[in-house]
């Protein structure tokens, strides 16, 4: 059991550092041939700390493990809803532009309904649903661009000015040097991915719980570390906003593009294997969770402005109940 847990913790290792050399020489080279800056932060930065959902997703669905590829993309949302932006409002709430959370909130809430219509009318996905659903997540990349051009470039702004302060102590690399944190970075976390899946399953089942308990918990958590730590690096820096729409951004991803992806690949079934009062614990519990959360968590910004530390506090107890649940019961 050991050496499983161990190598459970080198796939996270490897899913962290692999997204973190993948996006410095994806920027470094998108900044080498002089693409906007407002396309590097809308797709390059947002999608590479996505990539760790994404590898993990598909990798699970190529071996037709549906309880990780499930687990993970749902597990991710509630993680990153209820831990990762609860941390930041409870710690520093403050005001936040409407306006810039109306595009992800709604694209969020539309993917979502979709992806749960299908659940609860099919108990699962068929492939057109998957191309749907990366569909949808090449027009919101167009909207955003469009919408950031449309503001007079503030979001730009703000971003570059993250980005600029992150990277400012970091000496410019080569060509090849980029070239080479890209493809070591998509091999470590291709590496890593694989590693969680297979030790993750052997641990589910040593633990004598289903796969998508450990999806939805131990590495949700895993694949939501870069967000994690790219929300406290925000909030350090005084851009607790911005760390907020980052969150719904990533929330999207996971359904549009995370399980976009894994369906595409290999259609599934929702995880049945653990059940209450005689019904399906996913169609219960997660999936409504999922609506609960993200609706706690966009709606106060949304018509007040502004984020209220007893809503983090609120939102920290949710994901406390939720992962003793999956365990305990």
């Not at 000496?171 to 998509?186: C, H, M, Q, R, T």
């Not at 730590?229 to 820096?237: D, F, H, P, V, Y």
Request: aromatic share 8%; proline share 4%; glycine share 10%.
């Amino acid at each position: 059991m050991l050496i499983p847990v161990l190598l459970f913790l080198l796939g996270f290792a490897l899913l962290i550092k692999g997204g973190d050399w993948f996006v410095d020489g994806a920027t470094g080279i998108a900044e080498r041939f002089h693409l906007p800056e407002l396309l590097i932060g809308a797709t390059v930065v947002s999608i590479g700390t996505t990539l760790p959902e994404v590898m993990v997703s598909a990798q699970a669905a190529l071996q037709n493990n549906s309880g990780i590829s499930y687990g993970n993309a749902i597990g991710s949302i509630i993680c990153n809803a209820s831990l990762i932006s609860a941390i930041t409002i409870a710690i520093k709430p403050g005001t936040v532009k409407k306006q810039s959370l109306i595009l992800p909130t709604t694209a969020f809430f539309l993917a979502f309904s979709f992806y749960a219509i299908l659940a609860y009318l099919n108990g699962g996905f068929e492939r057109w649903n998957g191309i749907v659903l990366l569909s949808a997540f090449v027009i919101y990349i167009i909207l955003s661009i469009m919408q950031m051009k449309k503001n007079g470039g503030e979001d730009k702004e703000e971003i570059a000015e993250v980005v600029e302060e992150e990277i400012e102590d970091k000496k410019v690399n080569s060509l090849a040097k980029e070239l080479l944190l890209l493809v070591i970075g998509a091999i470590a976390i291709a590496f890593g991915a694989n590693l969680l899946v297979e030790n993750g399953t052997i641990i589910a089942s040593a633990l004598g719980v289903p796969d998508s308990v450990i999806g939805l918990t131990m590495v949700a958590l895993g694949t939501s570390l870069p967000e994690l730590i790219t929300a406290i690096t925000a909030l350090m820096k005084g851009h607790g906003a911005l760390s907020l729409g980052n969150v719904i951004g990533a929330n999207l991803f996971n359904i549009v593009l995370v399980s976009g992806t894994a369906i595409s690949i290999s259609p599934f079934r929702i995880p049945s294997e653990k059940m209450i009062a005689g019904m399906n614990s996913s169609l219960v519990v997660d999936i409504p969770l999922v609506f609960i959360v993200m609706i706690l968590l966009c709606l106060p910004p949304l018509f007040k402005g502004k984020l209220y530390r007893l809503q983090g506090i609120l939102l920290l107890l949710i994901y406390i109940a939720f992962t003793a649940y999956q365990f305990l019961f």
